[in-house]
């Protein structure tokens, strides 16, 4: 009968590359990316930042707010603020007109601003760009120029194969590019100056109105005088220049700043309003063989109003692209600033857009999530924001820390009394199991912002009895083959045959629980949830890579290999209920009324099978038997002779 040849060893050194692995990983992240030693903590253990808000009709009516609104309003707001990738956060309704979002530790300035915002969203047609800094401008060549050409060939939407081009702006839309300084100061120019350049009839007047009847959106005519004189003194570089939300004529030119303050625009109204667009998701950018091309994208599907809409603007904006590159391009409009221009390289009829570019996947997926949740019903007026104590939550926090340090202590005592010498083992594969579940929780709360919270530290003291019971139902299985007459090598190899099972069973189904709880519950008993999950799964890595293994090495020595009283294994501590048992080491030990009896394997002879061994101590455990049968008899004959 063939035998698996076991490598205990070879398990040992694969659970040491993980984790040697897992925390270079982590040393790497926290050298270049600052990510931290300790898992980052929710907010009932850290304390943050609470925010009030009061929501408003964004369009200015006295409307009510309904009850409908401020759910919408408060679903939303979950979804960005589980996009940018904040953990653990809590938004809830205070009464019937206030919404309360408390955000852990610290968020930085993006985040807070995402959730005051009302950002609203809208496409527009781009009419003139220029640089907001001189920092991207070359020596001879006019701002505006060169903002066209690199913006341009960074990003395009398309419904087919991915294009580049370069832009070249006109010297009729463009802005004259005399302002350009030297070094890293603003474009914007003094208003005199900004005055004399934006009086283009020479009147000594600033119109705001078109000098001609513009015959579409973008039609050069919508660049007012207006419009010239606020681009010419616009400082993108003013945080207080970027931050003018979305109040805006949705059928007037618009001039404002992308994000990053790097370029400035002027904008024709708007042809598709946000609303209209139904979906964005972030993914791999195919040519038109259904091929990857390996780089990023960000897709878009409009509704029915939004497809007719983008239809109309797609095809016009496409006819300009042989004649004007800057008029060729559209920009996305979120709190009145643009997060994206790119051209248009082909009509677009089934509402089904593609934007591609130098995109990352992290900076895709941050284009589609401000697209996705670019719209909100309502705006927000801020009645508070203060920071919250983690006083009462760090009392907990040290409860609980202690709380599984007993537990502990009470498992090693408990395995020290019932399994003696094995509880070495068991003490080594807690300690084992916690260090991996420290590791695997400070990984994910870099790699995906996850934080601890008070029941997930529930969900972790609750780990150290999973992985006690898969010990006890391993040991025990093979103190059941001890007991049984078999030696111990296979002892530890017919017990685990069968406790396996039975382990994968109990974690499959402790599996299942933290899976039901974590999709079906929410708030903290989703973090509870999540933390048994991760601890069932190392308590499987920790039993099948380190705990097992162990034990096969652990019987090759002597104290455990030849049953010492103290090992946990000896068969007559045990209860070995079968006359004939293994000693180890070739020996036959038959254990009758007087003193044992061996049959060792005498040195040059053939060394037997395990099963000719056990055969033979059957048969001798049976002569044994059928000897004390005959003497019984024989006594009962005296008897009856007298």
């Known amino acids: 009968m063939a035998t698996t040849r076991r490598r205990p060893v070879r398990s040992l050194i694969t659970l040491l590359i993980v984790v040697v692995i897992g925390v270079a990983a982590l040393l790497v992240g926290h050298t270049t990316r600052g990510a931290g030693l300790t898992p980052n903590l929710a907010l009932d253990l850290e304390g943050g930042t609470q925010l009030i808000l009061t929501p408003t009709s964004a369009d200015g009516s006295d409307r009510e707010v309904t009850s409908a609104d401020l759910t919408e309003a408060i679903n939303i707001i979950r979804n960005r603020v589980d996009a940018s990738g904040v953990a653990e956060a809590e938004i809830t309704s205070m009464g019937t007109d206030n919404i309360v979002v408390s955000l852990p530790g610290h968020p930085d300035k993006e985040t807070l601003d995402l959730i005051r915002s009302s950002s609203q969203m809208d496409f527009r047609p781009v009419l003139v760009t220029g640089a907001a800094t001189t920092q991207a401008t070359s020596s001879g060549t006019d701002s505006t120029g060169a903002q066209s050409g690199a913006q341009s060939g960074e990003e395009s939407a398309q419904s087919g194969e991915e294009s580049t081009q370069s832009d070249a702006a006109t010297d009729e839309d463009t802005p004259s590019g005399d302002a350009a300084q030297s070094g890293t100061a603003t474009t914007a120019l003094p208003e005199d100056q900004a005055r004399q350049l934006a009086d283009t009839n020479g009147d000594g007047t600033i119109s705001d109105t078109p000098a001609t009847t513009p015959s579409d959106h973008s039609d050069s005519a919508w660049v007012t005088e207006q419009a010239l004189l606020d681009f010419y003194m616009l400082d993108c570089t003013d945080p207080a220049s970027r931050a003018q939300g979305s109040v805006s004529d949705p059928d007037g030119p618009l001039v404002t700043c992308d994000e990053d303050g790097t370029y400035k625009y002027i904008l024709g109204p708007v042809d598709v309003k946000g609303a209209n667009l139904d979906t964005a ?40 692209e042989s004649t004007d590159a800057t008029r060729n391009r559209f920009a996305v409009v979120l709190d009145g600033n643009v997060i994206t221009s790119p051209s248009m390289n082909s009509p677009i009829t089934d509402g089904r857009a593609q934007i591609s570019g130098n995109f990352t996947p992290a900076s895709a997926r941050a284009l589609a999530n401000q697209l996705s949740f670019g719209s909100l019903p309502l705006d927000f007026t801020v009645q508070s924001e203060q920071q919250i104590s983690a006083t009462l939550g760090s009392d907990h926090l040290e409860k609980g820390i202690w709380a599984g340090f007993i537990g502990l202590l009470l498992v090693v005592a408990y395995m020290i009394w019932q399994y003696r010498g094995l509880a070495v083992l068991s003490a080594g594969s807690l300690v084992v199991a916690a260090g991996l579940t420290y590791l695997v929780i400070t990984l994910l709360s870099w790699l995906i912002g996850y934080r601890l919270s008070l029941p997930g530290v529930a969900g972790l003291i609750v780990a150290v009895g999973i992985t006690a019971d898969s010990f006890i139902v391993y040991f025990e299985r093979i103190r059941d083959e001890v007991r049984d007459g078999r030696p111990l090598v296979a002892a530890v190899d017919e017990g685990w045959e069968r406790a396996k099972r039975t382990i994968i069973v109990s974690d499959l189904v402790n599996l299942i629980a933290a899976a039901v709880l974590y999709f079906l519950a929410v708030g903290g008993v989703q973090g509870f949830a999540f933390t048994l999950g991760v601890t069932t799964i190392v308590d499987l890595v920790v039993i099948f890579f380190f705990t097992h293994p162990m034990m096969e090495l652990l019987i090759r020595v002597p104290f455990f290999g030849e049953g010492h009283k103290l090992s946990g294994l000896d068969p007559e501590h045990l209860g070995a209920h079968s006359s004939a048992v293994y000693a180890g080491r070739g020996r036959v030990v038959v254990r009758g009324d007087g003193a044992a009896t061996t049959a060792p394997t005498q040195p040059g002879e053939a060394r037997k099978s395990l099963a000719e061994r056990r055969f033979e101590a059957a048969h001798a455990a049976a002569a044994t038997g059928e000897a004390d049968a005959t003497d019984g008899a024989a006594d009962e004959t005296k008897e009856l002779d007298r």
């Not at 091309?293 to 904006?317: H, I, M, N, P």
Request: glycine content about 12%.
């Open 281 to 320: 998701t972030a993914g791999l950018v195919y040519n038109s063989q259904g091929q990857s091309t390996g780089k990023w994208g960000v897709d878009l599907q409009f509704d029915a109003e939004g497809t007719k809409a983008f239809a109309e603007a797609s095809q016009r904006l496409y006819d300009l």
